[in-house]
Structure formats: structure tokens, C-alpha cells
């Protein structure tokens, strides 16, 4: 894989917003797309993360090494799935339905929604990370390595290589990681999960992704998978 | 060095109307709460407060879905203090409707009202209504041009999607005072941003969770929006969750047991894991909870203020299920030792 200088982000959001200034103090070139013109975010992008650029999904896309999906989960098909082609892609969403509206017309419900996402960008690697900690804890618990009580995000996807770097990308951002390597094992850490809107460090992370079954959330989606 | 006017800074209190407890733990009911509010309204007012909001709700943890009739009770009973919603939900509401509840406070509290419009962080209303919230942005969008018409007090002619149609069409009462005034309460959307300072409403920004320091940059956002647009820069509020008592560690444990508790249950439905007790000591040494003696709880919220350089601060009081006695006595902390002391700290810094 290509050293990763160049970031983009797709959503300039209050993720994506946040993911852009934490990947420009990393030292990334970073470039970010709204959903609506250029012109629309340029103030925003201007003032709130000054050094990005913003641009349209391609011109974000095919000047990037790494591609950040930080839209609402029901809008991933409105890119087209060869823009991604050959792209390593971090799946930054999740189901919120305040957004996203009914589950079952945003998703089948017989997966989960990163292998949903893997599947459409057929032509892409994706890795889901990102997803459960809350924006503004992001912006403020991004620290270097080896700080005190530093935070861990979940990593995982079916690519072992790709993984490992965003695993790498996602220290530079200012975390630690625990890894797995199933997209399915995204679900770990969605709404509903015990991880999700938490702020742990590696150590209580690891804790709770080693005992999911064990929690009210993961015998709910066992129940689910028996049913 | 302070650049605030503290002569022109503006003190506020809001309660989204949780739902009271009695000393023995039990909970009141909607109807006890709601007076209690009327009481808390004007026990503010007594204590010069600046203003006082109501929340919209529409859950059994909430007393209040209706807060223009409980603004109007104590419109009656006070005579200085503003009385504002906190906020209305305008998506889900009618523009006409909100036009006149307000326009009708406005006449039984002599130029008193204020509206809030927003969103707030509750979706009840959208269903209950008959809307569907995947159309947020566009009805918010739709139902604030509608309204800015309509609050220009003359005849409309209207083309609605969402809304109503309406041609060469008046609405009542008129006011007799300088029209409603108007805030959109804002959580952190760079598009809310603009939108507001291109509209000329003043913005409220409702720091829930976090530094205040983050939303700094928001601030140079709103400046360049209204340049943009040449639009008034109207002077920033801000509404925090807070808690004040006497006692520092009676204050800390009353908004932890409380705060958590009314998180937790908002959490619960929507998918968030409960709050720690870090993330919630967290919140009250630096992030966006004002919890502690009158001291503390002052210094904390004149650094906001300057950091800001806000011309409002919004306390919200009474979350989670707590007693009359605690709600009423830190509404006369807040009136009596705090808000003086925060004027006092910024006026020395300045």
C-alpha cells in the first residue's frame, strides 16, 4: 500500500469537520466534500478547519491515499460505487435513525451495516473505525502516543493489511487502537452497544470487545442471529 | 483582558420541566411540576434573572409540551423578567400557530416573550405531528422563511410544501411592542450557523456536551456570515446544564446522581452507552456542566462568558428528578450569589 499523505473526507459535518482538524494537526493534506456545491462549505471549511480544501467527491477522491465516509449511513449510495474503486476507504458511519429514518429501507437486516457498505464499494477496501466515539470527545481526547489516559478506537475489517493501516493512520490521529479483523465485528460498537458514545481507554476497550456476548447488547444481536 | 459589557450582559435560567421530587423520593405529577415551575418563574424575577425558558417536550420525564401556556402563567405573576421558549420546535410546529402563541404572550406580558426556534435534541414531536424527520432540514428551512414573513405582521401570500398555502392572508393578534424577538437555538451545525446570521436572528448556541472552546471558531463563522450577507451582528448566548448548591460535594453528588439518571434515560432510547463518572467529572472541571458552590460555578461561567465574549448565558436547571427545595434554592444561589459575582469577575478583568 501507498504511504498515506493525502486525506480525504466525504461529509463536512460535525464528524467530518472534526476528522479534517485532527487529520490536518496529524500533518495530512486533507480534503473534504459536503454534500451540496463547493461554494456551500467554503466559508465553513475557511473558518472552522483553516489549510483544508474543500472540494467536490471527485476531486476529493482522486487526489487521496485514504478515503473517509463521514455521511449519514443512508446516503453512502448516492456515491458511486466506481468512484471508490481501488480506494481504501474508512467507514466512519453508522445507523442513527433520527437521520437515517426506517432501518429497513436504509439496510437488509440480515447484515450489518459496514459489510452492507463493503459490499456496495465491491471495488474498495473497507475498514469501520471512527464510528463509536462522540464527535466533540474526538476533537478533545486526541492525544500523542503514550499519553496518560489516552483513548481507543475499535478498528476492523476483513482486509488484514488494511486494517493494520488505518490501525497506524488512526494513531497518528491521536488514539489507540484495538483491532479485529471481520467487518462484521462492527456491530460491536454501534448505537446500542456499550461502546457506543463511550470514551475508553485500550485496556477497558479490549475489556468490553473480549466479553461483547456477555453484555445486554451482544446476547441481544446473538438472540437476533439464532432467531 | 474582557472585552463583555457586563452593564449589557444578559443572565438567564430555562427548565425543560422534569419532572419534580418530593422529598421522600417520590415523583410528583406533571400537574404539581408544572406549578412548581410557575413558582420557580417567579422566584427569577424577584431575583432580577434576565430570563426565563421553558422547554417543549413531549416524553414522560417532561412536564411541559406546552410552554407558551405555562410562559403565560407567569406572565402574570412577574413583572421584568423575559419569558422565552427553549426551545420551540419549529419543524414540527405551524409557523402561523407559533406566530400566534407568541404574538398573544407578547400582548399578556407586555413585550416580554422571546422565541427560541430550533430543533431542540428530542424527535418526538416529528411523528406525533405527522412528519417524517428525514425531512428535517428541508421543513426547518421552509417553516423559518414562513415565519420571518409572518412576523413582519402584515398580510401573506404563501406557497407551502410542507405548510400551508395562503394567499394575501393576515394573522392575529398584532403586537404592540417591537415585534417578537427571536433566537434559533443551535448544537453545534456550521449550516444552522449561517443560516441564522443570513435571517439576522440572534443565535443561542446550546453547549450540552464538551468545552466551550470549541465552538470559538463557530463564533468567526457567524461574524463572516453576517459580513457575507450584511446582516447586524447580534451579541451571542449561549445554555449549559448546570447545578448550584451551598456546598461544593453536596452540589457535585445531587448533579451526578441527576444528570446521570436523566442522560442515561435519554440515552437508553437512543443508543448511547450511560454517562461515567469520569466523562461527567469531566464535564463539570472544564467541559459544558456549571455544577458547584456559587464560586466555583461563577468562575467557571466567567470564563465561558469571556472566552466568548457572549452578551447571555442560559443555566438549565432542575434536570433529572430533583426536590422543589434544591431547584428553588440554587434559582436563589443563582440570583443572589452568582450572577453578581460573575459580573464582578468579568468587571475586574476588564
Known amino acids: ?227 | 483582558m474582557s472585552m463583555v459589557d457586563v452593564d449589557k450582559l444578559q443572565f438567564g435560567l430555562e427548565t425543560f420541566g422534569d419532572i419534580v421530587s418530593a422529598e421522600d423520593g417520590e415523583l410528583l405529577t406533571a400537574g404539581q411540576s408544572i406549578r412548581q415551575i410557575v413558582k420557580e418563574g417567579q422566584l427569577a424575577d424577584k431575583l432580577g434573572v434576565d430570563v426565563f425558558g421553558v422547554g417543549e417536550h413531549h416524553r414522560p420525564d417532561y412536564s411541559v409540551s406546552s410552554p407558551e401556556i405555562v410562559l403565560g402563567s407567569i406572565a402574570s405573576v412577574t413583572e421584568h423578567i423575559k419569558l422565552a421558549t427553549a426551545v420551540t420546535v419549529l419543524s414540527s410546529d405551524d409557523p402561523v400557530r407559533v406566530y400566534e402563541r407568541f404574538a398573544t404572550l407578547e400582548g399578556l406580558s407586555e413585550g416580554r416573550a422571546q422565541v427560541m426556534l430550533g430543533r431542540g435534541s428530542f424527535t418526538e414531536s416529528f411523528p406525533l405531528f405527522g412528519y417524517d424527520l428525514t425531512d428535517y432540514d428541508d421543513l426547518f428551512n421552509e417553516k423559518l422563511e414562513m415565519y420571518s414573513q409572518l412576523i413582519k405582521e402584515k398580510p401573506i401570500t404563501w406557497h407551502g410544501k410542507f405548510t400551508q398555502s395562503l394567499k394575501d392572508q393576515d394573522v392575529y393578534p398584532k403586537t404592540d411592542y417591537n415585534g417578537i424577538e427571536t433566537y434559533i437555538g443551535i448544537g453545534g451545525s456550521p449550516e444552522s450557523i449561517i443560516r441564522t446570521a443570513k435571517y439576522g436572528y440572534k443565535v443561542i448556541l446550546a453547549i450540552i456536551g464538551g468545552q466551550a472552546d470549541r465552538f470559538v471558531p463557530y463564533l468567526n463563522l457567524y461574524k463572516k456570515a453576517a459580513e457575507k450577507y450584511n446582516m447586524p451582528l447580534q451579541p451571542v448566548a449561549v445554555h449549559s446544564h448546570g447545578f448550584i448548591a451551598d456546598d461544593e460535594d453536596e452540589a457535585v453528588e445531587v448533579a451526578w446522581k441527576n444528570i446521570k439518571a436523566n442522560f442515561d434515560r435519554i440515552g437508553l432510547t437512543r443508543g448511547w452507552a450511560p454517562m461515567s463518572r469520569e466523562q461527567f467529572d469531566g464535564e463539570t472541571k472544564v467541559g459544558s456542566f456549571y455544577v458547584g458552590n456559587p464560586e466555583h460555578v461563577a468562575q467557571r461561567m466567567a470564563r465561558t462568558i469571556n472566552l466568548m465574549n457572549l452578551g447571555r448565558f442560559d443555566l438549565v436547571y432542575g434536570a433529572g428528578n430533583q426536590t422543589a427545595a434544591q431547584r428553588e434554592r440554587m434559582i436563589e444561589l443563582y440570583g443572589t450569589k452568582v450572577i453578581p459575582r460573575v459580573k464582578e469577575i468579568l468587571s475586574e478583568e476588564g
Open chain 1, 1 to 227: 500500500m501507498t504511504e498515506i499523505k493525502n486525506v480525504g473526507i466525504l461529509g463536512a459535518g460535525k464528524v467530518g469537520i472534526v476528522l479534517a482538524q485532527l487529520a490536518l494537526k496529524a500533518g495530512y493534506h486533507v480534503r473534504i466534500s459536503g454534500s451540496g456545491s463547493v461554494e456551500k462549505i467554503a466559508m465553513t471549511i475557511e473558518t472552522l478547519v483553516p489549510g483544508a480544501t474543500p472540494a467536490t467527491n471527485q476531486g476529493v477522491v482522486s487526489k487521496s491515499d485514504l478515503i473517509i465516509l463521514a455521511i449519514p449511513l443512508s446516503r453512502y449510495k448516492n456515491i458511486k460505487s466506481k468512484l471508490l474503486k481501488g480506494k481504501l476507504v474508512i467507514d466512519a458511519m453508522n445507523y442513527w435513525w433520527e437521520t437515517d429514518g426506517i432501518r429497513e429501507e436504509v439496510l437488509d437486516p440480515s447484515s450489518t451495516s459496514s459489510e452492507q457498505v463493503q459490499k456496495y464499494f465491491n471495488k474498495s477496501t473497507i475498514v469501520k473505525t471512527f464510528n463509536h466515539m462522540g464527535y466533540h470527545n474526538l476533537q478533545e481526547e486526541a492525544k500523542p502516543a503514550g499519553a496518560e489516559n489516552r483513548k481507543a478506537l475499535f478498528v476492523t475489517g476483513d482486509n488484514k493489511e488494511a486494517v493494520d493501516e488505518v490501525a497506524e493512520f488512526v494513531d497518528t490521529m491521536g488514539f489507540d487502537t484495538v483491532v479485529h479483523y471481520d467487518i462484521a465485528d462492527g456491530i460491536m460498537t454501534e448505537p446500542g452497544s456499550e461502546l457506543f458514545g463511550a470514551s475508553l481507554t485500550k485496556a477497558d476497550l479490549q475489556n468490553v470487545i473480549d466479553h461483547f456476548d456477555e453484555t445486554d447488547f451482544g446476547k441481544k444481536i446473538k438472540a437476533e442471529e439464532k432467531g
